[in-house]
């Protein structure tokens, strides 16, 4: 199985995103998850997932420049998307 380089958009469900992404990680994919327009929501489901990620060594970036997360610039966004094997929106 070829290995993958896998954008993951956080645009509506965040909680999927959070789970798709860490689960795409057990196929040995490199997955990059970035969270666009909005904050992602503090609830009890969010956290049980961010957890997840981090137990899969995804650290997720958001495109709002004043985020808690890591900044992605919509620029940067636009390349990592044009160099990645596919772009899921979730």
Do not use: Y
Not at 18 to 39: K, Y
């Amino acid at each position: 199985m070829d290995i993958k380089k896998i954008v993951l958009l956080g645009r509506r469900d965040q909680t999927e995103a959070m789970r798709v992404a860490a689960g795409l990680t057990i196929f040995g994919h490199e997955v990059r998850l970035v969270f666009v327009g909005r904050e992602v929501a503090d609830t009890e489901e969010n956290r049980a997932q961010a957890e997840l990620l981090e137990l899969a060594d995804v650290e997720p970036q958001s495109t709002l420049p004043d985020s808690e997360l890591p900044h992605l610039s919509e620029a940067a966004l636009v390349e990592l998307c044009l160099r990645s094997d596919a772009v899921l929106s979730l």
